[in-house]
């Protein structure tokens, strides 16, 4: 039988996981006006790292510089489907 995998991208800004798949992760919703206190709700990328690989996540590629931002990067982690 094939495997299979569950994937995640996650975007990275100033140390801070912004977005997973699309999805908000800050714990206040983001406010264009205010991006350095939106980012301060996010968490922070070794601990969301740390999280996601108690779930069963892997780490397996990352793209740096997006968007001309040195320290903006995507991650994408998977795991193997039960």
Request: aromatic share 10%.
């Amino acid at each position: 039988m094939a495997r299979s995998f569950d994937h995640r991208v996650c975007q990275v800004q100033n140390a801070r996981v912004t977005f997973v798949n699309g999805d908000w992760q800050g714990s206040r919703p983001a406010v264009a006006e205010r991006v350095d206190e939106s980012l301060q709700a996010c968490p922070f990328e070794w601990d969301y790292l740390r999280d996601a690989g108690d779930d069963g996540w892997q780490l397996v590629a990352v793209a740096q510089g997006i968007g001309g931002d040195a320290q903006a990067r995507i991650l994408y982690l998977q795991r193997e489907r039960d």
